[in-house]
């Protein structure tokens, strides 16, 4: 199994992997984090999948159908083609988001006659206990789950056991979480499936995308809404658990939560995607947790319904993917601090006081969060923290930390300055000594580079984002620097992709590349005026 060879369908509700062959080989209900239904992404040898494919278990092409989150497998066979088309309903009913726990197949026979296989084996979670089964007419019922677990099909139960059949007509498969499927369901699965269709068609319709690279910014932003968990506004980071990060390399975590600092990177990119409901949501969130912290001391990452205890424990049973284990659940960074967090906040509530589009949401509860975070920071700026990598080795006073602690004051002396409240002079004065404070301790001469901690010398990609953020001109020499300095020794190769960082985290000196760090290198080079090398 490879993973460019999975695809990804979802509501933000649910979601699932889809492998060329035709098996979901991870999904988990009834929400994100819960335990796996069907798992084999982490145990090839389980066979827990969901199956719909060729007789001889061959490999489909796959695509999205056009500005959708609906997924088609096209199979050709010696006796015929066929295609799969699998996605998880979403859209508009009654006023609200219809986003039901439930998985929707639908297979047709292209041409010829072709035979395909079809198996529903799903696990009872981390325990890869099967389920017991009992029959009815038209659905196989899955026993021990905390709500009923069905599959509900117009396919001949007889051949949902891998049994090989013909495809003489469309057929229609839903695994679904709960509440059964009662009605017809072929006009249900068609309903849903045209009804999905124009959700999604509705909502590319209403990003706004430059005429560069629109094909790639559009599936990068469906992938992205996906990973909304719209019944509380949580932004999950990922939608899996324990994918390594790099072969044999025991860094596999479990990503299924609500990193505040990776829902601030998300809810940017639908801001300038022209989508604002996703912050709103968020906003929501972040005021519900909040709450739990009369001191505004707020951990880096929360699980998608608020609650901050994420025990961290390894499932040995799993060997993981491609035997690169361990398999981990919940995640033990929900202990660190990381106290970029409170500017990245900052950053996400901002736009509520300083874009009038948003004036309906400003509020005296909003604006106390927004000055309380400001102080946190301030108060916290320059003591050890985990940092945005989450170092599990010694903490120390994180540079990157620190310019998120200015950008929060810096931010919010504009918002006090916009809407004349009495508090400019303070978070000025903060801003001003936060700056000092790093040009002082995190940038080094010699180097002519911002360093990754107070005093040391490693270099660290995310001080790229002091070009964004604009903590000095992008002309200046030591910002200039700084660019230059990260290319140059933290770059794969020549015009290749960065890593974070080069020293040893507690798990040795990583070697392989980080995406978004790459992506600020370009975002820095454009803004430094080097826009033929960022292109």
């Not at 949401?361 to 000055?371: A, G, P, Y």
Request: hydrophobic share 40%; with cysteine; charged share 20%.
């Amino acid at each position: 199994m490879r993973l460019e060879s999975l695809g990804l369908i979802g509501n933000c509700q649910i979601s699932a992997l889809v492998e060329n062959t035709g098996a979901i080989v991870w999904c988990c209900m009834p929400r994100f984090d819960s335990e796996p239904v069907f798992s084999s992404l982490l145990d090839a040898d389980s066979e827990s999948v969901f199956y719909v494919g060729a007789e001889d278990g061959s490999a489909g092409t796959q695509r999205y159908l056009d500005n959708t989150n609906v997924l088609e497998t096209r199979f050709d066979t010696a006796s015929g083609s066929f295609r799969i088309l699998d996605f998880a309903p979403r859209f508009l009913l009654y006023d609200r988001f219809f986003r039901p726990t439930k998985l929707c197949r639908i297979v047709e026979p292209l041409t010829g006659t072709p035979r395909i296989r079809v198996a529903c084996q799903p696990r009872l979670g981390w325990s890869k206990d099967r389920p017991a089964t009992s029959h009815g007419s038209h659905h196989i019922r899955y026993h021990g789950y905390a709500a009923q677990l069905r599959l509900t099909t117009d396919i001949a139960l007889s051949y949902v056991n891998e049994q090989p059949f013909a495809l003489t007509g469309r057929k229609h498969l839903i695994v679904s979480w709960g509440d059964p499927v009662e009605e017809p369901l072929p006009p249900l699965c068609e309903r849903f499936l045209s009804a999905t269709i124009a959700y999604w068609h509705g909502w590319v319709k209403h990003c706004s995308i430059p005429p560069l690279w629109q094909k790639e910014v559009i599936r990068s932003a469906l992938a992205l809404k996906l990973h909304c968990f719209e019944d509380t506004g949580a932004i999950v980071a990922a939608l899996t658990t324990s994918l390594p990060e790099s072969p044999a390399s025991g860094r596999t975590w479990d990503y299924r939560y609500c990193w505040l600092r990776d829902a601030y990177y998300s809810i940017s990119a639908f801001r300038l995607l022209g989508h604002f409901e996703e912050r709103e949501q968020f906003i929501q969130f972040l005021l519900s947790i909040a709450t739990q912290h009369a001191n505004l001391d707020l951990a880096p990452l929360y699980g998608i319904d608020g609650r901050s205890q994420l025990d961290e424990r390894i499932v040995s049973a799993f060997p993981g993917y491609e035997s690169h284990g361990p398999v981990r659940v919940g995640n033990a960074a929900a202990s660190h601090r990381q106290h970029d967090v409170f500017g990245e906040m900052v950053l996400a509530l901002t736009p509520i006081f300083l874009d009038e589009r948003f004036a309906s949401e400003r509020s005296d509860v909003t604006l106390q969060l927004l000055l309380g975070l400001a102080r946190r920071a301030a108060a916290v700026v320059g003591t050890p923290d985990a940092g945005i990598w989450e170092y599990r080795a010694d903490w120390r006073p994180q540079t990157f930390s620190s310019l998120m602690c200015w950008a929060a004051c810096d931010r919010v002396a504009k918002v006090c300055a916009s809407k004349g409240l009495p508090h400019e002079f303070e978070f000025r004065s903060a801003a001003e000594r936060i700056s000092q404070q790093i040009m002082t301790r995190g940038y080094q001469p010699r180097m002519g580079s911002l360093v990754a901690s107070y005093d040391g010398i490693d270099l660290d990609a995310s001080l790229l984002q002091a070009v964004t953020l604009r903590l000095l001109p992008p002309s200046d020499p030591r910002i200039v620097g700084t660019v230059r300095a990260i290319q140059r020794s933290l770059s794969l190769g020549k015009g290749s992709w960065l890593r974070r960082y080069a020293s040893d985290d507690g798990f040795g000196v990583p070697n392989n590349a980080f995406v978004i760090c790459t992506f600020w290198l370009v975002e820095a080079l454009a803004l430094c005026g080097e826009v033929e090398e960022a292109q």
